[in-house]
């Protein structure tokens, strides 16, 4: 399976900012936009940004995303404590005809 | 506003079959696909397959081609997936999760999760 591939964990202190990772291949993030999805433990994942950069309604402006080639980044600005929890990318996959997803990177604000 | 409302726990026997469900309200149940995805304990989120909703056609990743079947039922604005022969590897969360667009991959709606124990 194509999948994408993030760091397992990052973390920094509040106030600061922090950027994760996502890297794939030419069938997914090379040709299709990038999500980033948001989980708390013990719930379901919430879309964060979709098509590389924008955020839905209600999404903090404190959040930024890019694409590049086969990567993508995901950034937080202004960390909060509320900000701790896992981050998943996703795309598209031509191949499969059907979203690849990230391993998730464990958000810690120290 | 959109909601997904799945059906709740299962415990199943190694080489069962589980039908989970997802209910959907507050938006027009045929105007997107719809996927299920699972999540094992600790580990990635899993696209499982989809199925358009409008249409019926469906889209399964391989490795469940022979075992999983997803179906609607359009007048209850209900989704199911189905999987056979099931084994302690698929004791994961399964969730159902609206496609923002016809079929874009992009998953703006998730259902609360329904967790199925093999054992």
């Known amino acids: 399976q194509s999948e994408l591939t993030q760091p397992p964990s990052v973390s920094e202190v509040p106030g600061q900012r922090v950027t994760i990772s996502c890297s794939g291949r030419?069938?997914?993030?090379?040709?299709?936009?990038v999500n980033w999805y948001q989980q708390f433990p013990g719930e379901a994942p919430r879309l964060l940004i979709h098509?590389?950069?924008i955020l839905p309604s209600g999404i903090s402006e404190r959040l930024s995303a890019s694409r590049s080639g086969t990567s993508a980044s995901l950034a937080i600005s202004g960390l909060q404590a509320e900000d701790e929890a896992d981050y998943f990318c996703?795309?598209?996959?031509?191949?499969?005809?059907?979203?690849?997803f990230g391993g998730g990177t464990k958000l810690t604000v120290l | 506003q959109a909601q997904l409302v799945q059906s709740g726990a299962e415990v199943k026997k190694p080489g069962a079959s589980v039908k989970v469900s997802c209910k959907a309200s507050?938006?027009?149940?045929?105007?997107?696909?719809m996927h299920w995805v699972r999540q094992a304990p600790g580990q990635r989120l899993e696209w499982m397959g989809w199925?358009?909703?409008?249409?019926?056609?469906?889209n399964y990743l391989p490795k469940f081609q022979d075992r999983l079947t997803i179906t609607r039922e359009k007048s209850a604005s209900t989704v199911y997936m189905e999987l056979h022969s099931v084994t302690s590897e698929d004791t994961a969360t399964y969730y159902c999760?609206?496609?923002?667009?016809?079929?874009?991959?992009?998953?703006?709606?998730w259902g609360q999760g329904t967790t199925v124990t093999v054992s």
């Open positions: 507050g938006y027009g149940f045929t105007d997107n696909a």
């Open positions: 199925i358009s909703v409008g249409t019926g056609n469906t």
């Open positions: 996703g795309a598209w996959d031509d191949t499969l005809a059907g979203p690849v």
């Open positions: 030419r069938s997914n993030i090379g040709t299709n936009g």
């Open positions: 098509d590389d950069d």
């Open positions: 999760a609206r496609d923002l667009e016809l079929l874009a991959g992009t998953l703006d709606v």
